[in-house]
Nanobody, 119 residues
Framework: QKQLVESGGGVVQPGGSLGLSCSASGIIFGPYKMGWFRQDPGKERELVAP?????????YYADAATGRFTISRNNATNTVSLQMNSLKPENTAVYYC???????????WGQGTQVTVSS
């Protein structure tokens, strides 16, 4: 089965850090574009940080994440990570991992992991 499983969410204080990890199984990981998304209740899911496929993956960041978040991937272990530093209350959301393949390989989502930033 094709699966994405997120981990690392939790409750942290403002200014703290949190590392999220997404583990993929059932796919050949390398060709897939990966990304982290967030979603608040009643709102659209939005992109936080994508990272390209290939031998030299290139990350991008949403404006709110630039300078504080870092996305990385390890094709040997089929994982993609999101390191979140200097967290703010507005970063509170459910964070989802996504894998999107080329051509007919499709797109897959994890179940999400809750991140809560509260003093």
């Amino acid at each position: 089965q094709k699966q994405l499983v997120e981990s690392g969410g939790g409750v942290v204080q403002p200014g703290g850090s949190l590392g999220l990890s997404c583990s993929a199984s059932g796919i050949i990981f390398g060709p897939y574009k990966m990304g982290w998304f967030r979603q608040d209740p009643g709102k659209e899911r939005e992109l936080v940080a994508p990272i390209s496929s290939g031998s030299s993956p290139y990350p991008y960041y949403a404006d709110a994440a630039t300078g504080r978040f870092t996305i990385s991937r390890n094709n040997a272990t089929n994982t993609v990570s999101l390191q979140m530093n200097s967290l703010k209350p507005e970063n509170t959301a459910v964070y989802y991992c996504n894998a999107t393949g080329p051509y007919l390989l499709g797109s897959y989502w994890g179940q999400g992991t809750q991140v809560t930033v509260s003093s």
